[in-house]
């Protein structure tokens, strides 16, 4: 299998673990009495000692210092502006909601590629990407319909932030990609991360003192969220995101990832107990031919 395939399987991959994630996003922030920061600071602790034991025991060399200016700049888009406004639109907004939103993904993409890195879009692309999100908005609005949802206009609006600035990221990287190792990337990542999002916590802690961190972070059920996230939806998906984009477009990747809707929509329906119409099998039939033909028209 040639890296291109590979990057295609690695987008695959990593949009069935995001399209779990909201799930588990919804539930830690309740837990945690919505405490965004004590979530996004706890699982970027957990993935940063898991990568700092993994690069000890590769024995790579570890610089904790904060010159590494480009590795600096996209953590700013990616993970500290791209999951800060995720997270907060995610308990804002319903998963169905949130899913609805997952198609522009694809356009964020496509604009972003466009003044970037001047990537083109065939007819029968921009064909596929229209049949991808066409089944996206008909699954997701019917969902909402169904579920009786409101659409969140601050929490959308927060959500769409965050698609853009990891649009912005996937371009940014596409640009350097490829003089760099991915396993610093994602070090780096994670590591600044976690320092931002700890420094953040400690303000808000500092402005409106709290005794329940401690309760919160010793319930089970916080952990096993924190763990999922920190390893899966963190560590794995920065490495699959990094070498997806390191071997195929971004307007690929930003494709592949409708899968995520697929996969979010069913966990609200299997997790949540939301109805499921067969106006929304069309949708995510339409999901699933708009993928594989693009994915056709790039072979």
Do not use: W
């Amino acid at each position: 299998m040639d890296n291109k395939k590979k990057g295609y399987l690695a987008t695959l991959l990593m949009s069935l673990i995001m399209g779990m994630q909201y799930i588990f996003i919804k539930d830690l922030v309740k837990l945690s009495n919505n405490n965004v920061f004590l979530v996004l600071s706890s699982r970027f602790f957990v993935a940063f000692i898991v990568m700092l034991i993994i690069f000890l025991i590769k024995k790579r060399p570890i610089d904790l210092s904060f010159k590494h200016k480009e590795m600096f700049k996209l953590s700013f888009y990616n993970p500290v502006v791209n999951f800060s406004f995720q997270t907060i639109g995610v308990m804002m907004c319903p998963v169905t909601t949130v899913s609805v939103l997952i198609a522009l993904i694809p356009i964020a993409n496509v604009i972003v590629s466009y003044f970037m890195l001047h990537e083109k879009l065939t007819i029968k692309q921009a064909s596929c990407m229209a049949i991808c999100i066409a089944g996206t908005i008909i699954a997701s609005v019917s969902s909402s319909v169904n579920n009786n949802y409101h659409f969140a206009i601050i929490g959308a609006a927060l959500i769409i932030m965050s698609i853009f600035s990891r649009a912005i990221y996937q371009g940014k990287f596409k640009q350097i990609g490829k003089d760099v190792d991915l396993n610093d990337v994602c070090f780096y990542q994670i590591y600044y991360g976690f320092i931002i999002f700890l420094i953040i916590l400690l303000v808000f802690m500092f402005l409106s003192p709290t005794h329940q961190i401690i309760s919160v972070i010793r319930n089970i059920d916080f952990i096993y969220g924190i763990l999922y996230l920190a390893l899966l939806a963190t560590i794995a998906v920065f490495y699959l995101n990094n070498f997806a984009v390191k071997n195929i477009s971004v307007i690929s990747v930003g494709l592949m990832n409708n899968v995520t809707v697929l996969v979010s929509t069913l966990a609200g329906i299997i997790f949540l107990s939301e109805t499921f119409s067969y106006i929304q099998g069309i949708g995510l039939i339409m999901i699933l031919i708009g993928s594989l033909l693009y994915y056709h028209t790039k072979k």
